[in-house]
């Protein structure tokens, strides 16, 4: 099964956009619980995965037909 290189980088940036998403909610699920260390933690969690979708270069256009 062959799957070319963009199918792939776009399921790791949704892969990756879905992980930012469970760090911020797990973050202030965890705050709102008084749990701060797991809290901190998931906060800069959130905090990494937004700098590295932000560094990422953008997608290259498809081709039309």
């Known amino acids: ?37 797991t809290g901190i933690s998931a906060g800069v969690a959130w905090l990494v995965l937004l700098q590295v979708e932000r560094r990422l270069p953008p997608l290259s256009p498809e081709p039309e037909d």
């Open 1 to 37: 099964m062959a799957v070319n290189r963009d199918t792939l980088e776009k399921l790791g940036r949704f892969l990756l956009r879905g992980l930012r998403i469970g760090a911020s909610t797990v973050a202030v699920v965890e705050l709102l619980r008084n749990d701060w260390t």
